[in-house]
């Protein structure tokens, strides 16, 4: 059983999609916390589910370093296989990315590596495109640039805003994460092939 700790700032679908299908017996993984650099919206589903969550703010710290540490402290407590970070809007120091890594992964709503970043859906419309898509890649120390784990194209409809384009990526993201979840604990996905080749 791969243990799973997600990390999250917002609401958490992604999150709440790992819950769910968590209850199935048959699914190879669990999530066995819940962490945000916030008093995440999301925290309601862990809550729900009856698991434990730590938030620690990066404004408490004096760097972004020190946040860091404690963040992987906090981690660390759950011992878990995998880390996802789910919505999770801040980025690790590198020291805490190499000391997770490759059981570091990431979601991005967007065909990496087209509009990486904090705002990967609004960037996708304001160039134009015609489609954009989903991913889930392994965290390495830029932004959103590790390696491809899963992805897939979204069209871009003509009168799509950020809100209407995001509602529509968000389900894709799900299942690829899921499926990612679970080639990761059947061993199919080999994360540190991945990270290395
Ligand atoms: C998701 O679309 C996730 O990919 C994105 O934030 C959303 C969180 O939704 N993450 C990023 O943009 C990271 N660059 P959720 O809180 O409802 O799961």
Do not use: C
């Amino acid at each position: 059983m791969l243990s799973l700790v997600v990390l999250i700032s917002g609401g958490g679908s992604n999150l709440r999609a790992l819950l769910e299908v968590s209850e199935d017996a048959e699914f190879p993984a669990r999530v066995v916390a819940v962490g945000a650099d916030r008093d995440a919206d999301g925290f309601a589903h862990a809550e729900e589910f009856g698991i434990p969550t730590f938030s620690l703010a990066m404004s408490s710290f004096p760097d972004r370093e020190s946040w860091g540490d404690a963040m992987l402290e906090q981690i660390r407590v759950w011992q878990p296989d995998l880390v996802i970070l789910s919505g999770f809007m801040k980025l690790f120091p590198p020291r805490v990315v190499d000391a997770l890594s490759p059981n570091l992964i990431n979601t991005h709503p967007a065909y990496l590596p087209e509009f990486p970043g904090a705002h990967g859906v609004r960037d996708a419309l304001a160039a134009g495109a015609t489609q954009t898509g989903a991913s889930v890649i392994v965290v390495d120390n830029g932004v959103d640039s590790g390696p491809i784990i899963a992805q897939r194209r979204v069209p871009i409809e003509p009168r799509d805003t950020e809100a209407s384009l995001h509602e529509r990526i968000k389900p894709v993201e799900r299942e690829l994460l899921i499926q990612a979840v679970l080639d990761i604990a059947n061993g199919h996905i080999d994360l540190k092939e991945l990270a290395t080749a």
